[in-house]
T-cell receptor, first 115, second 111 residues
Framework: DAGVIQSPRHEVTEMGQEVTLRCKPISGHDYLFWYRQTMMRGLELLIYFNNNVPIDDSGMPEDRFSAKMPNASFSTLKIQPSEPRDSAVYFC?????????????FGSGTRLTVV | GQSLEQPSEVTAVEGAIVQINCTYQTSGFYGLSWYQQHDGGAPTFLSYNGLDGLEETGRFSSFLSRSDSYGYLLLQELQMKDSASYFCAVRDHNYGQNFVFGPGTRLSVLP
């Protein structure tokens, strides 16, 4: 089991550019979550999917952010246009509904820096 | 809404026992989880409490009191590698499968 795989690990981009973050959940997991972590705001849920369907996107900051899950093995988080305040670590996590303990498995994260 | 409180920092020495508390406010409490995160790393799931009482996993134990809206993580026989941030996270059945994370407690283990 390779775990949750995120790419890229680091991304530095200029303000106004489009950024796409990628996530491959653990095979068979039916829930996928996107979190953002900053010193000021901690770990915040952006959006989560169940069986590829977005369930709750109330945490998406604004229209500049969008997320998709075209199939069970792939999800993207896109920021367009990016702004310096978007600088953060973005985590993807997955879990299986029937999994005992309700634990998420997090990916290694993408550290985004917008200059 | 939901809110969680944890101490921001805790310091202890190797071999000691430390308790990290978490209090929460939520209308439809379902369960409490704990995660560990080392600097530069990803959060790692430690434990889950859905019912009152103590859950033990090796050197780590987690406790929940639903009536007091309170839980704690107990770390025994502290090791240097336990230096990390620890997050409690609450699931509210009004909010589906999502867990809301607390602000985190940074544990420093001294030699």
């Amino acid at each position: 089991d390779a775990g949750v795989i995120q790419s890229p690990r680091h991304e530095v981009t200029e303000m106004g550019q489009e950024v796409t973050l990628r996530c491959k959940p653990i095979s068979g997991h039916d829930y996928l979550f996107w979190y953002r972590q900053t010193m000021m705001r901690g770990l915040e849920l952006l959006i989560y999917f169940n069986n590829n369907v977005p369930i709750d996107d109330s945490g998406m900051p604004e229209d500049r952010f969008s997320a998709k899950m075209p199939n069970a093995s792939f999800s993207t988080l896109k920021i367009q246009p990016s702004e310096p305040r978007d600088s953060a670590v973005y985590f993807c996590a997955s879990r299986l509904y029937d999994q005992g303990g309700y634990g998420y498995t997090f990916g290694s994260g993408t550290r985004l820096t917008v200059v | 809404g939901q809110s969680l409180e944890q101490p921001s920092e805790v310091t202890a020495v190797e071999g000691a026992i430390v308790q990290i508390n978490c209090t929460y406010q939520t209308s439809g409490f379902y369960g409490l989880s704990w995660y560990q995160q080392h600097d530069g790393g990803a959060p790692t799931f430690l434990s889950y409490n859905g019912l009152d009482g103590l859950e033990e996993t090796g050197r780590f134990s987690s406790f929940l009191s639903r009536s007091d809206s309170y839980g704690y993580l107990l770390l025994q026989e502290l090791q240097m590698k336990d230096s990390a941030s620890y997050f409690c996270a609450v699931r509210d059945h009004n909010y589906g499968q999502n867990f809301v994370f607390g602000p985190g407690t940074r544990l420093s283990v001294l030699p």
